[in-house]
């Protein structure tokens, strides 16, 4: 079985995360690849949705081989609710359920507020925001009837900071925070528990493409540890979040930044 690893070192085991059903979006690259090899690596049911066929695809057949149960990949289009919501129902069918929702799809874009259109305004919060709210509207009455669940929504280190050229960007992910306080709120007496990851700099290709060395030096220097952030880390601090070990944990918001200030 798989055994993925934080800093070359074995990752925590949950046993309480074993056949657990999980749903991931954007599971296909970056840190939801990350996420969807933890999971699969504690023994998890693991469904995710992608727009990125060849990295989906492939994801899958590397972590086949040795996994209890093979990632099963859906093809959807974040942006488009029917879409969404459809392939949300058939993830729930295959997997028989769905224990654990995260909420990890987004696009960082760079724009300056000058571009900004009322057609692209809509096009952002429907990228990193109006999704979020929608799958967990889809698996809120499954949990339901299981008598428990968790959501996990993915936020950002960026507006913590006011970094420039991301300003819906930020909107959106600012708005992720309110939405997980009010979720966990009103389906805490359901016993679904709803947490707001908020990632600092991860080392991915997507984020290498924005960073010169000159950059990533800045970001370092700006950090309280040494070290770029994996996926792993990320992934790590989710399957606590996820797992019956964090059953006291909801309506909050979790770093993963190396304490970047």
Known sequence: MLQAKVAGAPRALYPSLADKRVIVTGGGSGIGEGLVEAFV???????????????SKALVARLTPEAKYAPDYTHCDLTDVDALKRAMASMEETLGGVDVLINNAANDDRHTIEEVTPAYWDERMAVNLRH????????????????????????????????????????????????????????????????????GNVETPRQQKWYTPEGEAEILAA???DGRIQPADVAALVLFLASDDARMCTGHDYFVDAGWR
């Open 41 to 55: 690596a504690q023994g998890s049911r693991v469904a995710f949705v992608d727009i990125a066929d060849a990295e």
């Open 223 to 225: 950090q309280c540890l």
């Open 132 to 199: 979020q709210f929608f799958a967990a509207q889809a698996v809120v009455p499954a949990m339901k009837r299981a008598g428990q669940g968790v959501i996990v929504n993915f936020g950002s280190i960026s507006w913590h900071l006011g970094l420039g050229d991301l300003v819906l960007y930020q909107t959106a992910k600012a708005a992720v925070e309110g939405m997980t306080r009010s979720m966990a709120r009103d389906l805490g007496r359901a016993n679904i528990r709803v947490n707001t990851i908020v990632p």
